[in-house]
């Protein structure tokens, strides 16, 4: 049983396209986060859910949207592709607001915008 | 502010020896936790080992264990009888009391050499 699955794993599409990416958790954490990371593997936290509440909003451009229909789903939607957008994008998800909390990670959305 | 340095980008190790791989952070808060994550070739994040800031004795998990110097603020991980298959990308990470977020250092590439 995957704990944190993502869709797709591969994403190929041209500049201008929007697209969506679905991450799902079993795990029955309250807490999920979408991270992007760049081709220096630099890891950047992007947005937070808990409990289908966005609480964590970093500087992200307006053209990507999360959205969490219940805890258990967290989607990340992309409008209007920029070539910078190219990226791995980890879906992750945890339980408690404490320290001891680990965060478990999906298998990652490599995207590509040509 | 609150940060996590890792200064090494790259490391090499002969299979069967011992490596450290350091991590230093920034924070006044007294209430943390820390984490080590390895990320493979194949591109998962998978969860190593986790080290509070008031626990008492450093962490370990099989051949995995967290040198941790509170005064330092240092969380080293410390791999022994490296294997092959421990070549990866390394990163340490923090969460900090009260707090969703987690924040990563920019990660060290480790080589076991056969």
């Known amino acids: 049983d995957t704990a944190v699955s993502q869709t797709p794993k591969y994403l190929v599409t041209q500049m201008g396209n929007d697209k969506s990416i679905k991450c799902e958790q079993n795990?029955?954490?309250?807490?999920m986060y979408w991270y992007k990371q760049d081709s220096k593997k630099f890891l950047k936290i992007m947005f937070s859910?808990?409990?289908?509440?966005?609480?964590i909003n970093e500087t992200v451009p307006n053209r990507f949207s999360p959205k969490s229909p219940d805890k258990a789903h967290l989607n990340l939607h992309i409008n209007s592709l920029e070539l910078g957008d190219s990226a791995v994008y980890f879906c992750?998800?945890?339980?408690?607001?404490?320290?001891?909390?680990?965060?478990?990670f999906g298998p990652g959305t490599r995207l590509t915008v040509l | 502010a609150q940060k996590i340095t890792q200064t090494q980008p790259g490391m090499f190790v002969q299979e069967k020896e011992a490596v450290t791989l350091d991590c230093t952070y920034d924070t006044s808060d007294q209430s943390y936790g820390l984490f080590w994550y390895k990320q493979p070739s194949s591109g998962e994040m998978i969860f190593l080992i986790y080290?509070?800031?008031?626990?008492?004795q450093n962490a370990t998990e099989g051949r995995y264990s967290l040198n941790f110097q509170k005064a330092r603020k240092s969380a080293n991980l410390v791999i022994s009888a490296s294997q092959l298959g421990d070549s990866a990308m390394y990163f340490c990470?923090?969460?900090?009391?009260?707090?969703?977020?987690?924040?990563f250092g920019t990660g060290t590439r480790l080589k076991v050499l056969a």
């Open positions: 992750a998800s945890s339980q408690r607001r404490d320290i001891t909390d680990t965060q478990y």
């Open positions: 080290q509070g800031s008031y626990d008492e």
């Open positions: 990470a923090m969460r900090f009391s009260g707090t969703y977020k987690y924040i």
């Open positions: 795990l029955g954490h309250d807490t």
């Open positions: 859910y808990n409990n289908k509440e966005l609480i």
